[in-house]
């Protein structure tokens, strides 16, 4: 399954905000895997170094009777900065394990939202240790792996990662320590040994121990997906039930020629069709362009985006009466593709004295026509009556 599948699938399922949180969980893994990279090629030729200097040594002592070891300086470009192969070492591990820290609770909150869906814990509260309590609550989630999600927290690989960063954010710096055996020519590049909660974690290889714990997310992530995958294939999310996509829109014009000319319109709003006597007390609205179904476009892709709009109409879906008003229970203001974190964004409901923000909103304010992300009922006056025009939308 393609990311574009895969993000049309969560989107199916009504849980499409949980994909940023995957894909942010997967870049800071592919940031981690660079750093690795990059110290596993500074650590390998600081030894070939270390081993070209020992082995001067032992030439210089054959050819005059007497060989000198000095302790060799390197130094490696970073972005045109000349830093010390100590430094660079330090530097790189903190930072491999700092991003593994934080996948952490950036998984979490992927698992949240992709299976918790309206009942995801909010981003405030979600952190491993939150997230794994919840998710226990909900037996139809009951499988390997939501066991070996929650076991996480007693991984070895979590508890290093963990510990390493709470010693450096609260006590003091744990420094790379760097040798060569000048018999043996072996190199050697360790994390010290330290302690956190009366746990102990032994010196180490800083190579080996990294390489562990990052494939150890890894594994976590790349499991977590085969688990979505498999689950929403034959089963919908159970708590998105007052979730719906791309609101309707309605356009009033004066004449034809004002429709062709791109006049305002006399009167506009969004609006969902209900049935008046099932109106729910809320509804989540997200935005979404999905081609992927489309059969004349080259580009199959799923697009998703906040909710801009202040309010919506709710249309009786019979007589196409308004029989009440939605507005967002937050106070921010959205726009299509802004730097919010995506949502499904949270209207209150309002069925009665709502007449007066009705008119307001259908007559006066600005108003925004998106064509990709809404279908629209489009109309114009004549001298007799108001003619339908159909609009034909890619959407």
Sequence with gaps: MTD???????KDKKVADAYQYYDSSRYKLALARISYDALEKIINDFFEMGKESIQKVFNDAIETGEGEYRA???????????LGVSTAINKLTMEILSLLH????????WINACMLGENALDLSRVSLRNVQREIKKYTEYSNQFIADFCDIINQPEYLYVSDFNNILKHRSQIYIKNSINLFTTEGSVAIPDFEKDGRTHSESE???IIKSALEFCERQLNN????????????????VSHRIYNPKTYLLFECAEDLKNNKPPLNHYYYIEVDSSNILDEY???LSRDTMEKPNID???????????????????????????MKPTDNETYKTGDSHSLCYRKYKVIVADFEREMFEAICKGDFYYMPALSDATVLYRTNAKADMKSNEDDN
Excluded at 305 to 314: A, D, K
């Design 4 to 10: 574009q599948e895969f993000l049309k699938l969560l």
């Design 72 to 82: 060799h300086s390197e130094y490696v470009n970073f972005c045109g900065i000349e």
């Design 102 to 109: 934080n996948f952490f609770d950036i998984y979490a909150q």
């Design 206 to 208: 800083a190579l080996d």
């Design 224 to 239: 977590s997906r085969q688990f979505v995958e498999n689950y929403y294939l034959t089963a919908d999310c159970q708590y």
């Design 284 to 286: 989540q609205i997200m």
């Design 299 to 325: 580009e199959k892709r799923i697009d998703i985006y906040n909710s801009p709009y202040p309010i919506v109409m709710l249309r009786e879906k019979s007589i196409n009466n308004i029989v009440g008003v």
